[in-house]
């Protein structure tokens, strides 16, 4: 589900968007192109936002009795009718929701995004919650884990694919010179690297904790703290989150009245109550914010 401070995607809804007609100039948020709608009129034209999402990632965004749920889901379902138009929500792998975004398949993606400053290069994202990463053992840790010192090192950790996390274990590169944070922790204390175990989606990496083929999984503490709670008393969390970062709503660049109308349902959505009913209903309010910022990422 967050590359800066480490997590998921580190929490989007569905409208068919006319070709070519999503452009707006780069200039400011009132100036668009002559003869060119903004994405926000095609959406209002169309009375549709389209949100892409991984429905993996209980509480935030999952699936119940075949419906697409969760904290991310309601909000983007408030966002929606503040700006007067209904929330479509598409369901869709995690790895792939940035690269369809940017080719404008999607309007928007509220997927448990970690606003970092790699995904700002691409995207703009407006903050609505902020995170941890969380460390997910067995019950009674048997292994002795912790995410503070080297027991990871060595150790077969569960991850999915696209998330902070993941970068967490991934060694450091041109293209991600931010990840590599754990790698290089062992790498320092002379032990042996993390060994990587990414899978597709987050209920797999669960699975595979379950199963044996990880002995940890690492995942956004709202999520992992989910996971844990309704594993039937298999799994517990070791130690405390850590590496603390805001969650933030996807949207292509350049879609600046789309950016600040998100912006200011959500603002809107804090001051009437409606946020905090929310974060209340999923039990996160723990990582709820009071002031949604456009590219807000830490550091």
Sequence with gaps: ??????????????????????????????????????????????????????????????????????????????????????????????????????????????SSFTDNKEREQSFDFVTYFSAGTGLMVKTGNPLKLSPDDLSLCGKKIAVEKGTTQEDELTPKSSTKPDAGARVEKCKQ???????????DDQNAANLALGNGRAEAVLADSPVAAYAAKESGGKFEIAGKAYDTAP????????????????????????????????????????GGITDPKVNGAAG
Aim: aromatic share 6%; with cysteine; charged share 20%.
């Design 247 to 286: 969650y933030g709503i996807a949207i292509p660049k350049n879609e600046n009245e789309l950016r600040d109308g998100i912006q200011k349902a959500i603002k809107d959505l804090i001051t009437d109550g409606t946020y905090k009913q929310l974060t209340d209903k999923w039990g996160v309010s723990d």
């Design 1 to 110: 589900m967050h590359t800066g401070p480490l997590h998921r995607h580190g929490i989007v809804v569905g409208i068919t968007v006319i070709a070519g007609a999503l452009a707006l100039s780069a200039c400011n948020a009132k100036t668009t192109t002559p003869g060119k709608k903004s994405a926000l009129d095609t959406i209002k034209k169309n009375g549709k936002l389209v949100i892409a999402t991984d429905a993996s990632y209980a509480p935030n965004e999952f699936k119940q009795n075949g419906q697409i749920v969760g904290f991310d889901i309601d909000l983007g379902t408030a966002i929606a009718k503040k700006l007067g138009v209904t929330a479509s929500f598409q369901d869709v792998k995690f790895d792939n929701i940035l690269p369809a975004l940017q080719s404008k398949k999607y309007d928007i993606s509220l």
């Design 189 to 199: 204390g002379g032990k042996a690297a993390p060994v990587k175990v990414s899978l």
